[in-house]
């Protein structure tokens, strides 16, 4: 598991919003990806989105000077994958469908690759058990949009191998992302700040608070970028409320469990950005 050259390709499971991101930071940086997902829509709508963010991070300069962009290839399954540097799983924050896809992924792929599982709630030492070999189970935590935002939460498992994090180290500072290493908790340390401020914004607005004054309070108050709100559009209320009920059920904080507002949106299939209409209205997507 030693530091590749940038021809080997990238393997990123999962073509969705955290996908899709991760994809476009890697090719951004001359990596070649490989996107997989089992549904060749979601594939479809994942080259658009990765065009338009390439588009996006290269207005602001997000990429170093000069450099090429690695290729795109996309498929609905892991056959014939061959050798990569490294397997970035980034599918829904489910723990049954994790420990499935992981469970695949350790077959597939030889015991040298990494396994990186972007995961914003689930201990690694539980993903790693899903699969033979856990030394190489390495967990990577993206902000969002990870081609935009450098910093990252690394986590080791209780069985991750040096050789792995040294690794997935290299890997990352090729990217030209700056990890920080934390401990092995549910949820780590943005998971565990973030979620349960963005679900008592919810709550709030669940009491007659308009969104705008919330997030414009917690902008210009309390110096939050964007606000807790447009912060969960931009997550995807679905995955926030799959990430906070990993966080109640492994830990058992009542703070954690989803409130019934974002309950409601996601009932609503009021998602966030990617569905047009969360907490804002985006228009059609």
Known sequence: MSAEPSDRPLVVIGGGVMGSSIATLAIGHGRPVRLIDCDAEALDQARSRIGQQLRHAQLLDAWPAGQRRGELTTATSTTGAGDVVAVIEAIVEIPEQKAKAFAELGEVFGPGTPLITNTSAIPISEVASWVRHPDRVVGVHFMNPPYLIETVEVICGSS????????????????????????????????????????????????????????????????????????????????????????YGRTGISYYEPCEVLLEKVRAGELGQKTGKGFYDYGKV
Do not use: C, W, Y
């Not at 963005?198 to 308009?210: H, K, P, Q, S, T």
């Not at 917690?218 to 606000?227: A, F």
């Open 160 to 247: 991750t191998s040096p050789v792995a994090v040294h690794a997935v180290t290299e890997l990352l500072a090729s990217l030209g992302r700056k990890p920080v290493t934390v401990s092995d908790t549910p949820g780590f340390v943005t998971s565990r700040l973030l979620h349960p401020m963005i679900n008592d914004a919810a709550r709030i607005v669940g009491e007659g608070v308009a969104v705008e004054a919330v997030d414009a309070l917690m902008q210009g108050g309390l110096g939050h970028p964007v606000g807790p709100l447009r912060t969960a559009d931009l997550i995807g209320i679905d995955n926030l409320v799959d990430a906070l009920n990993v966080l």
